[in-house]
């Protein structure tokens, strides 16, 4: 079994505002789980699609049950592939990300949509998909559960550093937190000594 995930929500910035605050969303105060991000690929075709490869290094806490039961070496990062595709003539942006380590013991595969919005031509449209699931035997539902509730509180964050990336794109500087969200006590973290996966040099898959 599989857990679903959908949402759909309406930015009020424009989707060439979106776009460049989407390159520019890291590193933020809000997804100080994120640790590196590295372009492996890029591609203009003929069609003038940008077609984009990134590696996202990420924090993998987990949960005090999930302590007890997987092994204390259980690398605590995971590598994140990041696909996406640019259509500037119809004002799209679609992304596809999915974890490249630890899928035995969860999966979490995620598609994003980014448009212009039909009804109101100044915002931008986000529809966003994700699938988790795990092939632990006896625990695949728990795994599940918790998969989604944090992907659920990650794409909360997610939303806030996109909106403050936004916000230094109309300002040219950072705005303030507000009062009940406070400063981040974590800085942005240097990479574990850990090799990542080598992807391939030509990427056979975009979206």
Not at 96 to 119: I, P
Not at 169 to 196: C, N
Request: include cysteine.
């Amino acid at each position: 079994m599989v857990r679903y995930f959908y949402s759909e929500v309406h930015i009020k910035s424009p989707w060439h505002q979106v776009l460049a605050a989407f390159w520019q969303r890291y590193p933020n105060p809000y997804s100080t789980h994120v640790l590196t991000e590295d372009v492996l690929y890029r591609e203009l075709t003929p069609s003038n699609h940008l077609l984009s490869r990134r590696l996202l290094t990420k924090t993998n806490r987990l949960p005090g049950w999930a302590e007890l039961i997987f092994p204390t070496h259980l690398a605590r990062v995971v590598y994140v592939l990041e696909d996406s595709i640019v259509d500037v003539e119809a004002s799209t942006l679609t992304t596809k990300t999915w974890n490249l380590n630890h899928s035995a013991m969860m999966t979490v595969v995620e598609r994003c949509m980014f448009e212009q919005d039909g009804s109101q031509p100044t915002w931008t449209k986000l529809r966003r998909e994700a699938w988790i699931s795990s092939s632990v035997y006896g625990l695949a539902r728990p795994i599940q559960e918790f998969g989604l509730a944090r992907f659920k509180s990650n794409q909360a964050k997610a939303m806030k550093g996109l909106d403050y990336a936004l916000s230094r794109i109309h300002t040219e500087a950072p705005p303030l937190l507000h009062d009940d969200q406070g400063e981040s006590s974590e800085k942005h973290k240097p990479l574990p000594p850990q090799a990542p996966p080598t992807p391939t040099q030509k990427p056979k898959q975009f979206v």
